[in-house]
């Protein structure tokens, strides 16, 4: 076996590894893995610890504060890895690329990063879009349970237990959980996504509406985030790399 060949072997694991972490960050508006969404453009690992990764987003001007929050989480999720000595989250193509590459590297915070311009972290950000999220995944648990042309209010009585086992059903868990809401099998199954208690019977309707307007919502915007980033970048997909020093 070549000494290079050795290298690769050591570095491939640590490069899969750094991918699968990067699989937990989402994009905080649309609740997908970034790298579902193409956003992860390079990942590369190197034999010492060294991990880059570089993102890249559907437009230049992507709002500054989603685009914060992306390389932040997926610099503490990448930095998280074992084995992972030195992280380098590397933003591409945006008009704040500097500013928020730098920023995140040094630590600084939001506020720190955009000193002057932003008057407040991004936790709040964080919450409202959870709770967009919980009820998207609403949504998506409690359609298939309605039947063409019944009423919704049984739905009411139903806890989490009773919809049947889905990956939509452990999304909507979680993002609850996320929240600190409850997410154990005798919850509710839908719920006030600020107040954590069941929907009254009276309101369900009204509830599972707004609920199916936030997911179409949720659900078109990453079409269109999608359509832009295919225009922009023609030769989609993840390229990991591992390049052995």
Known sequence: MSSQTGLDQQVAP????????????????????????????????????????????PTYFCA?????????DAHDAVSAVPGVSHT????????ASETINEGVAAG???VGTFDGLAESELDQLRVDFLR???????????????????????LAEWTLADAPP????ER??????????PGDDNSPLVIDPFTGMGVERAQLSLHLRK????????????????????ERYPALHVRPHAQPT
Not at 64 to 72: G, H, I, R
Not at 166 to 169: D, L, N
């Open 132 to 154: 967009k999220a919980v009820l998207a995944a609403t949504d998506r648990v409690c359609r298939p349970l309605l039947v063409p042309g019944g009423t919704v209010e049984h």
């Open 88 to 95: 380098a989250i590397i933003l591409d193509d945006h008009f």
């Open 211 to 230: 609920a199916r307007l936030t997911r179409v919502s949720a659900e078109a915007n990453r079409e269109l985030c999608g359509g832009l980033l295919r």
């Open 108 to 110: 600084t915070g939001f």
């Open 64 to 72: 500054p504060n989603f685009a914060y929050l992306m390389v932040a």
């Open 166 to 169: 889905s990956a939509e059903r």
């Open 172 to 181: 909507l868990r979680s993002r609850r959980t996320e929240l600190g809401l």
């Open 14 to 57: 640590l490069t899969t590894a750094v991918l699968a972490a990067l699989e937990q960050v989402r994009d905080p508006e649309l609740d997908e893995p970034i790298t579902a969404l193409g956003f992860v453009a390079a990942c590369s690992t190197s034999a010492l610890g060294d991990a880059v990764v570089r993102l890249r987003l």
